[in-house]
């Protein structure tokens, strides 16, 4: 069973509209939980990270992202698009039940901002 | 400036022709990471160190050897490179372990003919 899992390998949004970039984890034990954000021909950086001291997190460049356990959700949005956010996302998670000392990443989600 | 450098950025070679691909932190970085991305499939690990002379497979290691025999270099060795090792690789180190946040190189692009 996939760890992580991105819902939508594309999303296109048009500049000033919401950002929803979807991401489910399976585990029985609440993870560590981060997005990370690559543009184009660079490296991944880190946008932002849950280590439970709040459910809500904010990151970087106006994005947020909230951690619902009900639903094993990270999902990361942003209110306004911006041309510059086109990049792909992948959500990555440390799953504390399974000894790995590494990150699982999603498949990635491809962000796309019409003019 | 704190960084991760790898080198070469792009490589074009052939089947069987023994390659290494260099990482190197400036960061003094206990944990350090080898990871593949391939369309459709994210990013997969293939290696990590927790430490100098402390390595371990990751999720796909068949056919890659690493060393850390410094703390701040960590090469990725392939022996005997085969096309499906063609892909997008990049390095990542992390202050303490794997749990704190991970600064990425920025990737060797290898193709294997």
């Known amino acids: 069973a996939q760890s992580v899992t991105q819902l939508g390998s594309h999303v296109s949004v048009s500049e000033g509209a919401l950002v929803l970039l979807r991401c489910n984890y399976s585990s029985s034990v609440p993870p560590y939980l981060f997005w990370y954000v690559q543009y184009p021909n660079q490296g991944l950086q880190l946008l932002l990270k849950y280590t439970s001291a709040a459910t809500l997190v904010k990151g970087i460049n106006g994005f947020e992202a909230e951690f619902k356990k009900s639903e094993t959700s990270f999902h990361l949005t942003k209110p306004s698009a911006h041309m510059s956010d086109a990049a792909e996302y992948f959500c990555?998670?440390?799953?504390?039940?399974?000894?790995?000392?590494?990150?699982?990443f999603g498949s990635g989600t491809r962000l796309q901002v019409q003019p | 400036e704190a960084q991760v450098t790898q080198n070469p950025r792009y490589l074009i070679t052939v089947t069987g022709k023994k390659l290494t691909v260099t990482c190197s932190q400036n960061m003094n970085h206990e944990y350090m990471s080898w990871y593949r991305q391939d369309p459709g499939l994210g990013l997969r690990q293939i290696y990590y160190s927790m430490n100098v002379e402390v390595t371990d497979k990751g999720d796909v290691p068949e056919g890659y050897k690493v060393s850390r025999k410094e703390k701040r270099n960590f090469p990725l060795i392939l022996e005997s490179p085969s096309p499906n090792q063609t892909s997008l690789y990049f390095c990542?180190?992390?202050?303490?372990?794997?749990?704190?946040?991970?600064?990425f190189g920025p990737g060797t692009r290898l193709t294997v003919l």
């Open positions: 990555a998670v440390i799953l504390m039940d399974t000894g790995r000392r590494a990150l699982t």
């Open positions: 990542a180190s992390s202050p303490r372990g794997f749990t704190d946040t991970q600064y």
